[in-house]
């Protein structure tokens, strides 16, 4: 696929894990309160211990459905039918991504 092609699956799928995970955030600062290497986290608790996953399972997936449905429709006006099916894997599959990382948060958070 070529990497300038606007409708890249993956482009959008770093997209939407980068919405997700920083929120506007320093990637840094983001990815150290994280790791818990922070230590202070953005409730003042100390420790990742005490980090609570802000976002819930649909509030992700919604945003996933959103980013998509916004390139699909930017791909239906051109009336590529190649790339509507190519988006339509795309998401399909980084649903299933999400939904596999979101157990992974939800066993760790159970710990």
Not at 27 to 34: K, V
Not at 39 to 60: A, F, L, V, W, Y
Request: aromatic residues 8%.
């Amino acid at each position: 696929m070529n990497p300038s092609n606007p409708f890249n699956p993956r482009r959008l799928a770093l997209g939407a894990a980068k919405k997700l995970i920083f929120e506007n955030e320093d990637p840094e600062t983001a990815l150290e309160r994280i790791a818990g290497l922070s230590p202070t986290d953005h409730h003042g608790t100390s420790g990742p211990e005490n980090t609570s996953m802000s976002r819930t399972r649909t509030t992700i997936l919604n945003n996933l459905d959103e980013m998509y449905r916004e390139a699909f429709e930017r791909v239906k006006a051109t009336g590529d039918q190649a790339q509507m099916t190519a988006l339509d894997f795309a998401y399909r599959r980084e649903q299933l991504y999400f939904e596999i990382l979101l157990d992974v948060r939800d066993a760790l958070e159970r710990r």
